[in-house]
């Protein structure tokens, strides 16, 4: 069965960071592109970022890009997003998805439960 | 960036009842446009990939149609389980990829 657990929200104040993780299991986490979309409280859901299979190759939205760096280590079957400069626009539940292949092709075949990040100061 | 809309913003039905939901491109996505089911506290749920494809384990009551910039989502027999927020996004021309806004269906 295909799981995948984000942590590492919370609440940290404008301009912090924060480091959220989704641990996986139940698939060869390598042969998968991996993406984070975020939903703002009370708004619908965003795209964030998005990387290959080994991520060599990834993509930012435009509000996030210079602050958030998406990263993933095989070894440990598990997807990053490093989070600097955080901004209180952040604030959402943060979901990490499984695509469908090894590169990204935008079909979110899997999701996560999702973690809370609130800045607020 | 594709900027996609859906209507209506809600849509408040009985059980059995049928559902059609709308989702409109600002330019032409081709067919590569899927649809989610999202309910409170819990992961979004792929049901329709490509416009009318149907992921793993979605009932046949949930159908998809549709090219270009114009997509319905139809829910047939209507259970009171179906009551959620249902996304369009589109992966035609990404970055970025992007969602609709939602309809609300309300059971």
């Known amino acids: 069965e295909v799981q995948l657990l984000e942590s590492g929200g919370g609440l940290v104040q404008p301009g912090g960071s924060l480091r959220l993780s989704c641990a996986t299991s139940?698939?060869?986490?390598?042969?998968?592109?991996m993406t984070w979309v975020r939903q703002a409280p009370g708004k619908g859901l965003e795209w964030v970022s998005s990387t290959t299979g080994s991520g060599q190759s990834s993509d930012h939205a435009e509000s996030v890009h210079g602050r958030f760096t998406i990263s993933r280590d095989n070894s440990r079957n598990t997807l990053y997003l490093q989070m600097n400069s955080l901004r209180v626009d952040d604030t959402a539940i943060y979901y990490c998805?499984?695509?469908?292949?090894?590169?990204?092709?935008?079909?979110?075949?899997?999701w996560g439960q999702g973690t809370l990040v609130t800045v607020s100061s | 960036e594709i900027v996609l809309t859906q209507s209506p913003a809600t849509l408040s039905l009985s059980p059995g009842q049928r559902a059609t939901l709308s989702c409109r491109a600002s330019?032409?996505?081709?067919?590569?446009l899927a649809w989610y089911q999202h309910k409170p506290g819990q992961a979004p749920r792929l049901l329709i990939y490509d416009a009318s494809d149907r992921a793993t384990g979605i009932p046949a009551r949930f159908s998809g149609s549709g090219s270009g910039t114009d997509f319905t989502l139809t829910i047939d027999s209507l259970e009171p389980e179906d009551s959620a927020v249902y996304y369009c996004?589109?992966?035609?021309?990404?970055?970025?990829?992007?969602f609709g806004p939602g309809t609300k269906v309300e059971i």
């Open positions: 998805a499984r695509d469908e292949m090894v590169a990204v092709t935008g079909i979110f075949h899997h």
């Open positions: 330019q032409t996505v081709g067919n590569y």
């Open positions: 139940g698939f060869t986490f390598s042969a998968y592109g």
């Open positions: 996004q589109q992966r035609s021309n990404w970055p970025p990829f992007t």
